[in-house]
């Protein structure tokens, strides 16, 4: 509960002191995780039942939801052999490196039904391939959801 509630209060001041006055300026905001990481790692991936998260990530957010969530897709293996690599280059692991397989089973079987369910904002990019190419499917899908921002080059 404790993991929920701090990530929550991270999520909220976020929300408060840095999106909202940047939208209020008609700015684009991107942001590495938001509250389908709650759903995905606190819901499913720590078992609180979806109406407490749910419940929490309202309070923390305000209702405030993005226009378009991209979700990298990778298998549970890919995802597992990436964070050793990340390890072995002495990179500083963080506690979820630390997680079973199940874990990030249940994490990405979340986010996949919440791309399922909110398919009109949610898409799943395949990041199993070469950065390269995922870069370049990432630009197809964004370039269109920037127009009427000015120059996004």
């Known amino acids: 509960m404790a993991e929920l509630l701090l990530f929550a209060a991270d999520r909220a001041q976020h ?17 590495d995780r938001y509250a389908d990481a709650t759903y995905a790692y606190q819901g499913a991936g720590r078992g ?40 072995d280059a002495e990179a500083k692991p963080n506690r979820m490196d630390f997680e079973t397989a199940d874990f990030y089973t249940r994490v990405r079987d979340a986010y996949l039904t919440i791309a399922e369910r909110e398919s009109e904002r949610f898409v799943v990019v395949d990041a199993e391939g070469p950065v390269e190419e995922i870069h370049a499917k990432v630009a197809k899908l964004v370039t269109p959801a920037l127009s009427g921002f000015g120059d996004i080059s």
């Open 48 to 87: 609180f039942p979806e109406a407490t998260v749910e419940q929490v990530i309202h309070l923390a957010t305000g209702g405030l939801r993005p226009d378009l969530t991209l979700f990298f897709d990778i298998s549970v293996e890919t995802a597992v052999r990436r964070m050793s690599s990340r390890n």
């Open 15 to 31: 929300v408060e002191f840095l999106i909202k006055p940047a939208l209020a300026e008609n700015r684009i905001v991107v942001s």
